[in-house]
């Protein structure tokens, strides 16, 4: 098991939800940045959102900006990302990074697919 995991993928149509979690460890979870990040098939990893600060300072890709929603539970540390009225092209795999002073820690990414 890794110091992040995360969970929540699965096969939605479009215009659906689905929300995923990051559970982290004491030593993973971290007020300075936490982010998901996703990876399409046959295209780079890029950024979708992070949170930043104990005041969680958000920011999304373009390409979510009104959809997806980044947030974190400090009691269960965990890092969410709600996903909504989602499209074919936000298929791909999601990961969540976090990256507390001096060190970075990455998950194995959960599945997200979605069929026109």
């Known amino acids: 098991q890794g110091h992040v995991v995360e969970s929540g993928g699965g096969v939605v149509q479009a215009g659906a939800s689905l929300r995923l979690s990051c559970k982290a460890t004491d030593r993973a979870f971290t007020t300075l940045h936490m982010a998901w990040h996703r990876q399409a098939p046959g295209k780079d990893r890029e950024l979708v959102a992070r949170i930043e600060g104990r005041g969680g300072t958000t920011s999304y890709a373009d390409s979510v900006k009104g959809r997806f929603t980044i947030s974190r539970d400090f009691a269960q540390k965990t890092l969410f990302l709600q996903m909504d009225s989602l499209k074919p092209e936000d298929t791909g795999i999601y990961y969540c990074?976090?990256?507390?002073?001096?060190?970075?820690?990455w998950g194995q990414g959960t599945q997200v697919v979605v069929s026109p």
């Open positions: 990074s976090t990256q507390p002073l001096g060190a970075s820690y």
